[in-house]
């Protein structure tokens, strides 16, 4: 069974890069969102078993857009993605139910790990 990812950020090269690391090592992007509102509307309609999110977006940032997918599926897996100095962020999208973070520009094993535990709670 593969594992269905939805990958969110508003620069479209990050998806991009994301979607090459995720595909090449056996995952499936079931979809990719430019905003926190896209994301949230997307999770409902496919149910992802994983979702990578940017935090800084317009219309909805990462942040709001973890409590609204928890309020839908408390059990939602989420990875944040965040520019280093992004800290105090990180640790409210961990608040939020975020389960796991990596910090850009990242490395391909850093993003595999980050799926791995959290595919494993």
């Given at each position: ?103 850009k520009p990242f490395k391909q094993d850093r993003i595999l790990q980050a799926i791995?535990?959290?595919?494993n709670r």
């Amino acid at each position: 069974m593969s594992i269905k990812i939805l990958i969110v950020d508003d620069a479209t090269f990050m998806r991009m890069m994301i979607k090459n690391i995720v595909t090449k090592n056996g995952f499936e992007v079931v979809g990719e969102a430019e905003n926190g509102a896209q994301a949230v509307k997307m999770y409902e309609d496919i149910k992802p078993d994983l979702v990578t999110m940017d935090i800084t977006m317009p219309e909805m940032d990462g942040i709001e857009s973890v409590k609204a997918i928890k309020k839908i599926d408390p059990g939602a897996r989420i990875i944040m993605c965040s520019a280093m100095g992004q800290q105090s962020m990180v640790m409210e999208a961990i608040q939020a139910g975020a389960m796991d973070f990596i910090v850009k520009p990242f490395k391909q094993d850093r993003i595999l790990q980050a799926i791995e535990r959290v595919m494993n709670r």
